[in-house]
């Protein structure tokens, strides 16, 4: 139990359909996070929610679309993906996005994403 | 805007051996924090150690140690008596304060360990 939860594990999708990936935690955290690792790129943030607000969009396209219902759910949007979008999408949560470092982050196992 | 390098791709150690990650990083700011993750073949991101920029002391958690070289913004991370399950990805991740918890993340070293 790695106490932050992402499903599906894979995910394989064509460009024109819609899905959704889901991340809970089972932490008490506030805070949640979208993280994407492609291949041969460092770990990129996309979103940032705190107290289910969303505080940070890193320039993500809007084909993106994060939903944070309460504190314990993240979900990500997809819709009219490209191929480039594949990737590792990984969500994370801690305390709160403004706490010290000793709430550090919590990483799901993530959602290998393909788009074909 | 800060950036993070990691210079190996890839590293070798036998087992029990020790090794040295790199991990030099660029940033205009005085108060920030460092942190190693790792990342086994289960995808999911462990958190290592950190460090607090202010703090002079290398932090140590059990066989990992980090050498900061705040002057040279450098962060390496030690690995004594290497195991079997130590081989992963590792990360270097840099945070500025009062930045939440938005890491900027180095592209990753990839450590084998050798029975």
């Known amino acids: 139990e790695t106490g932050v939860t992402q499903t599906p594990r894979h995910l394989v999708m064509g460009m024109t359909n819609k899905k959704s990936l889901k991340c809970e935690q089972h932490?008490?955290?506030?805070?949640m996070y979208w993280y994407k690792q492609s291949a041969k790129k460092p770990l990129e943030l996309m979103f940032v929610?705190?107290?289910?607000?969303?505080?940070e969009n890193n320039s993500v396209p809007s084909r993106f679309s994060p939903e944070c219902p309460n504190s314990s759910h993240l979900f990500l949007h997809l819709h009219t993906l490209q191929p480039e979008d594949s990737a590792l999408y990984l969500c994370a949560s801690s305390q709160a996005a403004g706490g010290a470092p000793n709430s550090p982050l919590h990483f799901g196992n993530g959602t290998r994403l393909t788009v074909t | 805007a800060q950036t993070v390098t990691q210079s190996q791709p890839e590293m070798s150690v036998q087992e029990a051996e020790t090794v040295t990650l790199s991990c030099t990083y660029d940033?205009?700011?005085?108060?920030?924090?460092l942190f190693w993750y790792k990342q086994p073949p289960s995808r999911q991101m462990i958190l290592v150690i950190r460090?607090?920029?202010?703090?002079?002391q290398n932090a140590t958690e059990n066989r990992f140690s980090v050498n900061f070289q705040k002057a040279a913004k450098s962060f390496s991370l030690k690995i004594s008596d290497s195991q079997l399950g130590d081989a992963a990805m590792y990360f270097c991740?840099?945070?500025?304060?009062?930045?939440?918890?938005?890491?900027?993340f180095g592209g990753g070293t990839r450590l084998m360990v050798k029975p």
């Open positions: 932490l008490g955290h506030n805070a």
């Open positions: 991740a840099y945070r500025r304060d009062n930045a939440g918890n938005m890491l900027t």
């Open positions: 460090q607090e920029a202010y703090k002079q």
């Open positions: 929610y705190n107290f289910k607000e969303q505080t």
């Open positions: 940033t205009s700011e005085s108060d920030y924090y």
